[in-house]
């Protein structure tokens, strides 16, 4: 079973440019999570879809970050503009709907750096 | 709101020695996930917790829930260093598929 991709994996741009990551969810995993881990940190929640629709984005700073997920597969994650304290690892997890627990599995992640 | 702390939050040790990573939480739960971190990688779930008494183990780590004490404990057994990690609990809420997570205990085992 292939696991969730996720694209680039390292990324550096200068503040106030914008970037994008994609993300692809094990195949059939209804519900997709966008975290962002800071060095030494846990990671931060910042949007869950469940299917095309949001569940929670109540942590994710809509002035400068969006989020979709077209057709309840792949997502895209992009910041506009992006500032110095936007660096850290973006990492995209999935787990399916129902059974009555929430496995999350996760992507490798993203590393944006911005200077 | 649900918290989730972990203690310690860092944990040096020598090679052949146990210790115990704890993990409590504040709210009515019984789903618990324990995951592992190496340094520059993603998060790779280690354990899955459903239920009161429930007890995982996977060579020298075993995982425990006590529901009533909103605790959960990850027990190393014999450490060595490819145990050296990061791990994380995390917390089901029930309403929403959402993980709410600890702060990670970082472990280094020294040979």
């Known amino acids: 079973e292939a696991g969730v991709a996720q694209s680039p994996r390292y990324k550096i741009i200068e503040k106030r440019q914008s970037v994008a990551f994609w993300c692809n969810p094990i195949?059939?995993?209804?519900?997709l999570y966008w975290y962002q881990q800071i060095l030494g940190q846990g990671p931060k929640l910042l949007i869950q879809?469940?299917?095309?629709?949001?569940?929670?984005d109540s942590q994710l700073p809509k002035d400068r970050f969006s989020a979709e997920r077209l057709k309840g597969v792949d997502s895209t994650l992009k910041i506009q503009p992006a500032k110095l304290e936007d660096s850290a690892v973006y990492l995209c997890?999935?787990?399916?709907?129902?059974?009555?627990?929430?496995?999350?599995?996760f992507g490798q992640g993203t590393r944006l750096t911005v200077v | 709101e649900l918290k989730v702390e972990q203690n310690p939050l860092f944990l040096s040790m020598q090679e052949g020695k146990n210790y115990t990573i704890y993990c409590n939480y504040s709210?009515?739960?019984?789903?618990l996930y324990w995951y592992r971190q190496d340094p520059g990688k993603s998060l790779e779930s280690l354990f899955v917790?459903?239920?009161n008494g429930a007890v995982k183990q996977e060579g020298r780590l075993m995982a425990s829930l006590d529901t009533k004490a909103r605790l959960s404990t990850l027990h190393i057994t014999a450490a060595v260093h490819d145990l050296s990690a990061t791990y994380f609990c995390?917390?089901?809420?029930?309403?929403?598929?959402?993980?709410?997570w600890g702060a990670g205990t970082k472990l280094i085992i020294k040979p």
């Open positions: 997890a999935s787990s399916t709907q129902g059974f009555g627990f929430t496995e999350a599995f």
């Open positions: 995390a917390v089901d809420e029930w309403s929403n598929y959402q993980l709410i």
């Open positions: 879809f469940q299917n095309n629709g949001v569940v929670d």
């Open positions: 709210t009515t739960s019984d789903r």
């Open positions: 917790l459903l239920s």
């Open positions: 195949s059939g995993h209804a519900t």
